[in-house]
């Protein structure tokens, strides 16, 4: 059974440092693995997905990487800014399209 | 298109009581899916459909638990004979088949039981 792991659970960072949130899986056999945001209350905002057969997948500011055979993705968000803060959830996606999630990581950024 | 639509968004029910939630996915999405989420945790899946078919089913969905997709268009979750561990985060997802895409997730349904 797939299990996904985040870690920290919290982080805090002041404005404009760069945020690097991890991401780690048990069963290397995914499809492919997605990152959300989520606000307090709110659903889930897809941020990047990267298919099994990609290494990184990049969107503005933000950049995830993917190591299938470690079991491993990392989300950067570069010069991060108060409205960054949120929970990130990272999911592994299998050949149906379920999503496996993580507890997530709750990011604040402090002016 | 605005997105994957959920109603309502937040819901007060008296244990015992039944409850229906509505989910309308992105219209060319032929995929959709039902999770529940509590506090502090990542989502959790119930149960998904491929056009009106329910393929899977959690063991998280108990009998009490029933999901349809008439028609292969919107999807309810209903939940009957609530009971407090029910009170959650309810939130629908739909996608093209794996590989096409990515999931979208709507608002979420704000389940609490009293």
């Known amino acids: 059974k797939q299990e996904v792991t985040q870690i920290p659970a919290a982080l805090s960072v002041p404005e404009g440092e760069n945020l690097v949130l991890n991401c780690s899986f048990t069963?290397?056999?995914?499809?492919?693995l997605q990152w959300f945001r989520q606000d307090p209350g709110k659903g889930l905002t897809s941020l990047l997905l990267?298919?099994?057969?990609?290494r990184e997948q990049t969107s503005g500011r933000l950049n995830a990487s993917l190591d299938k055979s470690s079991g491993r993705s990392t989300l950067y968000i570069a010069a991060s800014q108060p409205g960054d803060s949120a929970t990130y959830l990272c999911?592994?996606?299998?050949?149906?399209?379920?999503?496996?999630f993580g507890a997530g990581t709750q990011v604040v950024v402090t002016p | 298109d605005t997105g994957v639509s959920q109603d309502p968004r937040h819901k007060i029910t008296k244990r015992g009581q039944n409850v229906t939630f509505r989910c309308d996915p992105i219209?060319?999405?032929?995929?959709l899916y039902w999770y529940r989420q509590t506090l502090g945790q990542g989502p959790e899946f119930l149960t998904y459909?491929?056009?009106?078919?329910?393929?899977?089913k959690s063991r998280l969905l108990s009998d009490r638990f029933s999901a349809e997709r008439p028609k292969g268009s919107f999807s309810t979750l209903e939940i009957q004979r609530t009971e407090q561990g029910d009170s959650a985060m309810y939130l629908c997802?739909?996608?093209?088949?794996?590989?096409?895409?990515?999931?979208?997730f709507g608002q979420g349904t704000r389940l609490t039981v009293v």
């Open positions: 990267i298919q099994s057969s990609q």
């Open positions: 997802a739909s996608s093209l088949p794996p590989g096409q895409g990515e999931a979208f």
């Open positions: 459909f491929q056009n009106e078919a329910q393929l899977e």
């Open positions: 999911a592994s996606t299998d050949s149906w399209g379920k999503l496996q």
């Open positions: 069963d290397s056999a995914i499809y492919n």
């Open positions: 219209s060319e999405h032929n995929r």
